[in-house]
C-alpha cells in the first residue's frame, strides 16, 4: 500500500537586479493537496537577498493563521520595501500575509476575504470551552493585524469579519486594506476613494470637508452675498455596523 505523503512547501522567488520576486500560490501551512507556504520556505528563498525590493504575488484561499502571522512579520521585519499584488484571491490566512506590504495592489477583477478565525475541535464540554477561549485570543491578534490598516472602528472591523466578507478591489481600498486597483497596465491610487468612502459614511457633502473656512470666505467675498439656501432634512449621520456588514457582506 503506498502511502501518501504531504506536498513538500515549495516558494518560488525569481531575483531580478534589486528586487526579489515571490510567488504565494498555494495553501498557507501544511497541506496534502497543494503547494504549501511557509515560514520557512519564504526564509529560505530570500536567505541571502540584499536588495531593496520584495514583490509578493498571492493567490491563495489562505490556511494557518499562525503560519501567515509569521510570514506576516517575518516580511514586516525584514528592510526591504514589500509590495504585494493580489493575483486572484487573498483569502483567511493570506490576506494576513498581505498586510505586511508597504502598498498593496489588487487588479479589478481579485477579492480579498476576511473572516474570524475558527478551528476543528473534539472532546467533552471543558475541553472545547477551552478551544472556544483559544480562538477568542486569536481573534484578538487577528483584529490587531488588521486595525494597522483598516481605516474604520474596530467594531466595524468585527462585523466584517463576522459576515466572512469578501471585498472587491474597490471595497478593500475604502477600508484601507488595499492602497491602489490596477486597471489595464494603469494603477487608480486609494487617495480619492478613501476621501470618497470616508464621505459616503458619514453622508456628507465632499466639499464640507475639503474647503477650508479662510477659503470659503475668499469665494464669499468674490461672488458676493450668498443666496439664501433653502432648508432641507439633514441626513442621519449614524451609520450602524449591521448596514456596514450587510454593504460588503
Not at 507556504?37 to 509578493?56: M, P, T, Y
Not at 493580489?86 to 490566512?93: C, E, V
Not at 477561549?133 to 483584529?143: D, G, K, M, Y
Not at 486594506?177 to 486597471?183: N, R, S, T
Amino acid at each position: 500500500m503506498m502511502r501518501a505523503n504531504k506536498i513538500e512547501p515549495r516558494i518560488k522567488a525569481e531575483i531580478a537586479g534589486n528586487t526579489a520576486v515571490v510567488y504565494m500560490h498555494g495553501t498557507v501551512g501544511d497541506s496534502w493537496f497543494d503547494d504549501s507556504i511557509s515560514a520557512k520556505s519564504v526564509r529560505e528563498q530570500l536567505n541571502g537577498f540584499e536588495g531593496d525590493e520584495i514583490e509578493l504575488h498571492i493567490n491563495s484561499f489562505g490556511g494557518d493563521m499562525f503560519e501567515g502571522i509569521a510570514i506576516k512579520n517575518y516580511l514586516s521585519n525584514r528592510p526591504e520595501k514589500v509590495t504585494a499584488y493580489i493575483d486572484g484571491i487573498a483569502a483567511s490566512a493570506a490576506s494576513i500575509i498581505a498586510m505586511c506590504a508597504d502598498t498593496i495592489i489588487m487588479p479589478v477583477d481579485t477579492q480579498l476575504m476576511i473572516h474570524n478565525p475558527w478551528t476543528y475541535a473534539a472532546g467533552n464540554a471543558k475541553e472545547l470551552r477551552k478551544v472556544a477561549e483559544q480562538l477568542e485570543v486569536a481573534q484578538t491578534s487577528l483584529e490587531e493585524t488588521y486595525m494597522k490598516r483598516f481605516v474604520g472602528e474596530r467594531e466595524e472591523l468585527k462585523a466584517l469579519l463576522d459576515a466572512e466578507t469578501f471585498l472587491t478591489a474597490e471595497q478593500a481600498i475604502q477600508f484601507g486594506l488595499a492602497d491602489a486597483v490596477e486597471k489595464e497596465g494603469s494603477l487608480d491610487t486609494v487617495s480619492d476613494k478613501l476621501v470618497s468612502s470616508l464621505m459616503a459614511k458619514y453622508k456628507k457633502p465632499v466639499s464640507n470637508h475639503l474647503i477650508s473656512d479662510d477659503k470659503a470666505e475668499e469665494e464669499e467675498a468674490t461672488d458676493g452675498p450668498a443666496e439664501e439656501p433653502e432648508e432641507k432634512e439633514q441626513p442621519n449621520e449614524a451609520v450602524t455596523i449591521d448596514k456596514i456588514a450587510g454593504l460588503f457582506a
